[in-house]
Structure formats: structure tokens, C-alpha cells
């Protein structure tokens, strides 16, 4: 049998050949099942280095989410199950935020969550999609909003602007949820945007 040499000293299967050949081009007979396992050994191999690639990654992007923000989780009943049944809704915002937890009426139908900050921002969402937070409700008004009105009840509103001491303010109507933010200065004004379109409902 013709044996072709391989231009590296390296151990390799040979093309159109059942043999290796060595580092000093000596032939070593294998046989089919040492060449299978020698197949699902790199395979092997592949996949873990696969594996560990996508790992790493999955922790970087973890470790970013971290640093700059976090996903706080709220708990709330909605009108869709009559006020019964807790939905779980995730925003992501600043991790600095401190969470309070409000019940604005009388009873604990209505619920509202609240996250402060350091520099006076307040970001809240709340089931109450009738009259919203107190936290705007100077500024709605000051607005020209008396209350909450939807064609359909899972309309999206928002409503948005500058308060007196030149921070601003909006409150959105997403469904089922009332969300928004007031106090915010300017330099961080896209930061509160982002945390108000990124709600999701987590079940």
C-alpha cells in the first residue's frame, strides 16, 4: 500500500486510508473500532469547547446586566383576573433603586410598588390603570388630565413632561399596568425610558 506523507509531524488519519501514520511517518495499523473512538473522542472535544465558549458568554452578558442594572420583579393582581389572581411583571432599571411597596386606597385591592433613588428619582408601577400613581397625579393635572380614559381597556396611553423644577415626569398605561417615573434629571432622563418599555409579564 502507498503510504502519502503528511507535511506535519502531527497524528492523523491519513486520506483514503484506514492507517495512521506517526511523527516519523511509521504506518500503525487501527482498527474500526479504535477509529471510532478516536471520531467520537474529537467530537467529544468540539462540543465541550462549544460548550465552554457559550458559557463564557452567557456570563459576560450576566455580569453586564449586573453591573449596570437590575431585573426587579413586582407582583400584582390585574383586572384581568378580576383582581384575583398575582401576575408577575420585570422591569429592568438601575440597581441602586430601593423597592417600597404601597397600598394607595383603602383595602389591598390596588397595589403599588415604588423604586427610589439616591438623586430623588422615583420610578413605580401599579395595577390602579384607573388613577394611576399620586406620584403625577400634580403633574397630570397641571396636564390637562383629569383621569384615565381608553377606547379598550389593554390600550397603551402615555403621558409625559417637565415639572416645575425642571425634572421630568411620565406615567404610561400599558394594559393591564400603570408605569412611570417622576423627578428625573435630564442626564437620566433615556435611562427611566428604557425601564418603562422594557416591562414584561414574567407569568
Known sequence: MEIKKCPKPQLFLCPKSKNLLDGDNKTINVSPFTNFKYNKMKNAIILFAISLS???SMKVANEALK???????FSLKTIDSDYKEDKVFA????KAGKKKK???HFGEIYTEY???YGDSSVFYISNDIWKGSRLNSENL????IRGHTKKRLFDTVSYYGLQGNGR???EAMLGEVVLGYSNVPIS?????DKAVSSVRKVN
Open 188 to 192: 437620566r432622563k433615556e435611562e427611566f
Open 67 to 73: 453591573h449596570d442594572q437590575k431585573r426587579f420583579k
Open 141 to 144: 393635572y397641571k396636564a390637562g
Open 102 to 104: 404601597y397600598y394607595p
Open 168 to 170: 421630568y415626569w411620565e
Open 114 to 116: 415604588r423604586i427610589y
Open 91 to 94: 422591569v429592568l432599571l438601575p
Open 54 to 56: 457559550f458559557s463564557c
